[in-house]
């Protein structure tokens, strides 16, 4: 059954459509940029380690104005969301307006936070390949506690997508992680990293951070497209998988003139709907277009100019057209386009369905204190699983 906020968001598409209304439909918040792991390509790891991140108040505040403005699906992301000891509230107060609430995760967290697993509309979890090669990628930790991460929340009933991003490294996972997702019983997507981080980290860090070359991302492209032809649960659309595939620049984002010369060799961009209809928010309230321009350029924060102005001036920082996955998922999404529709239904039913809240649970109390004995633990995040 759709729901009412699910029908006043399409109204505001057709709105954004037919008379150019910009609203924020799709909105990520980093809630934290600290982690337990230190994975060698993260932006936020990068960009954002000694941020201050927003207060509770800060964050259920800006969820209230989301709302107001039309938001109708937060995806928390960071960092790692479970290391924020409020993290229930901020999702209860999200899925209580009756909006949905995504959550990307290592997974590691899991076995502490079983109660929050239940508040959330879905959850991705990010695996790189089979375990030797997600180790190199994300480094040294637990994957068979990941993988039980992933059975986890599929008992509990949650809609799990696996989330791996493509570098050189590990190209040749992409079968492996696809066969996992239907061998679970969960779906999967695959994503590029938006920049090259650093390669001068020593072996890990070089190894991870090398990214495929525009022909190597064309053959993923075209494997992970035919996987999903015969009946992968891959949940982008095709008609994204096939944008890439066929992506003529040299380069994974194009401006006005490259763009130019491209349409007139014949190809159709997917226009870029970033400050249009989502948005990503910074740990720190820097509303960035979209994850690719964490870090890279000048954002206005909205603790200190408040959403909406921080909001209206990302307008100002937009390229033509990207190679980017979730992106132009959304973008087409976002325009209407049927088909695009048509399989988020397909991969994502539960989509459709509202949330009922289950009755709030107090955060697990924290683990007992050394015996008088032993050393004292240090105060900081763990490293590993
Ligand atoms: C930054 S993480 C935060 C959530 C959680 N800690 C996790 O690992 O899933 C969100 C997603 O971004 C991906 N990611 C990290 N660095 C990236 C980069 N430079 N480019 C593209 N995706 C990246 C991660 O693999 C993960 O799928
Ligand atoms: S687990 Fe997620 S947030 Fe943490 S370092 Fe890895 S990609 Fe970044």
């Not at 955060?363 to 004995?373: E, K, R, V």
Request: hydrophobic share 35%.
């Amino acid at each position: 059954m759709i729901s009412y906020q699910d029908v006043r968001l399409m109204v505001n598409l057709l709105r954004h459509k037919f008379f150019g209304h910009r609203f924020p439909a799709h909105v990520a918040i980093c809630v934290t940029n600290k982690c337990n792991l230190d994975c060698a390509y993260c932006y936020s790891q990068k960009f954002g380690m000694f941020q201050h991140d927003m207060t509770t108040e800060q964050l259920t505040g800006l969820v209230d104005e989301l709302f107001q403005m039309g938001t109708r699906y937060i995806v928390l992301t960071g960092g790692e969301p479970l290391i924020r000891k409020d993290i229930r509230q901020i999702i209860r107060h999200i899925i209580g307006k009756g909006m949905k609430c995504g959550m990307s995760s290592n997974a590691l967290l899991f076995e502490r936070n079983l109660d929050v697993l239940d508040y959330l509309t879905s959850v991705n979890i990010s695996i790189d390949g089979d375990e030797e090669t997600h180790i190199k990628n994300r480094g040294q930790q637990d994957y068979k506690k990941i993988l039980r991460g992933v059975d986890t929340a599929i008992a509990r009933g949650l809609p799990v997508s696996i989330g791996c991003v493509l570098v050189k490294a590990n190209q040749h996972c992409i079968k492996y992680v696809a066969d996992l997702a239907k061998e679970k019983g969960c779906q999967c997507y695959f994503h590029i990293p938006y920049w090259r981080v650093d390669s001068s980290e020593g072996e890990r860090g070089y190894t991870a951070c090398t990214p495929m070359s525009m022909e190597e991302t064309s053959k993923a492209m075209a494997q992970i497209h035919d996987l999903k032809n015969s009946g992968y649960p891959i949940s982008y659309s095709n008609r994204m998988h096939a944008y890439l595939r066929d992506w003529p620049f040299k380069t994974p984002t194009v401006h006005r003139k490259e763009l130019r010369d491209g349409m007139s060799k014949g190809f159709k961009p997917i226009h870029c709907l970033a400050g249009e209809c989502y948005c990503i928010i910074d740990a720190d309230g820097s509303v960035f277009p979209c994850a690719s321009m964490i870090g890279q350029v000048k954002a206005l924060k909205l603790t200190e100019v408040g959403f909406r102005k921080a909001w209206d001036n990302i307008l100002a920082v937009r390229c033509s057209a990207c190679h980017f996955f979730l992106q132009n998922e959304l973008n087409l999404l976002f325009s209407l386009d049927v088909p695009t529709w048509m399989n988020l239904v397909k991969s994502w039913p539960h989509l459709l369905k509202q949330k009922k809240l289950p009755p709030a649970t107090q955060p697990p109390a924290p683990p007992a204190p050394p015996a008088p004995s032993a050393p004292a633990e240090p105060q900081a995040v763990a490293k590993v699983g």
